[in-house]
């Protein structure tokens, strides 16, 4: 999504595999199940940065090697991006750690700008949705804990949802800008502080995106706890 709104850039983008293919961007397929995988993708890597692009999408960084190469990248002055398998924020940044960014690296000003968390939920069909829980323990459990008008999944649904009481996914997500009293807190190993930033800094966490489009009556508080974790461990955490 971010790379389909650079439609006035260069855009070379490494993929494994090429999932959806954007007009404007150049897509480069890279086989990590080959023999020699780590020695080809150094040399594809050689060859194709030869197009100068002014944006570099490293795909997903699942090794040090891929991590190597978008350090290399971003410290050269390319805009760089990368998806990294984690659940939070904080949980992104110890990745970071284990794939070879060293703190000084995460911390030095122009390297690493932000991070961008994000979860898909179900939303609940809207024309069978359940304005309460078939449970009365678990409605009353949400409506004392969130408050605000709430909505459930249908199990047995309809029509127009062929019964799954489903309509699509929809995207939750918690952004941090990389700011000099961030990049503090990092050099400080200060994971906590940075929990406490977002309450100070009232920065939506997943948990309040969700929350909102809980009360917009477009997801099931459980489906939600499902996918992240319970309401109840919002306190205090990010």
């Known amino acids: ?3 389909a709104q650079m439609e006035d850039r260069a855009i070379l983008s490494y993929e494994d595999p090429v999932e959806v293919l954007l007009p404007h961007v150049s897509h480069i397929e890279m086989r990590r199940d080959d023999t ?3 020695q080809a993708i150094r040399e594809l890597m050689l060859q194709t940065m030869r197009m100068d692009p002014d944006v570099i999408n490293a795909g997903e960084l699942r090794d040090e090697l891929m991590m190597s190469f978008s350090k290399e990248k971003a410290t050269e002055g390319k805009l760089t991006t990368g998806t990294i398998h984690c659940g939070r924020i904080i949980m992104c940044l110890n990745r970071l750690l284990q794939l ?3 703190i000084e690296e995460m911390a030095a000003p122009d390297a690493l700008l932000g991070i961008v968390a994000q979860k898909l939920i179900p939303v609940v069909c809207k024309h069978c949705a359940l304005p309460k829980h078939p449970q009365p323990k678990i409605h009353n459990y949400y409506q004392s804990h969130l408050g605000g008008e709430i909505h459930y999944r249908n199990p047995n649904g309809c029509e127009n949802c062929e019964n799954t009481g489903i309509s699509g996914q929809m995207l939750v997500s918690e952004t941090l800008g990389i700011n000099s009293a961030i990049r503090e807190l990092i050099m400080q190993k200060n994971w906590s502080g940075i929990v406490d930033y977002f309450w ?7 948990h309040v995106d969700a929350l909102m489009k809980i009360h917009q009556g477009k997801l099931d508080p459980q489906m939600v706890e499902q996918r992240i974790d319970s309401f109840d461990s919002t306190d205090r955490k990010s």
């Open 1 to 3: 999504a971010i790379l």
């Open 36 to 38: 020699n995988a780590e």
């Open 100 to 102: 070879g960014m060293s």
């Open 200 to 206: 100070d800094q009232k920065i939506e966490t997943l």
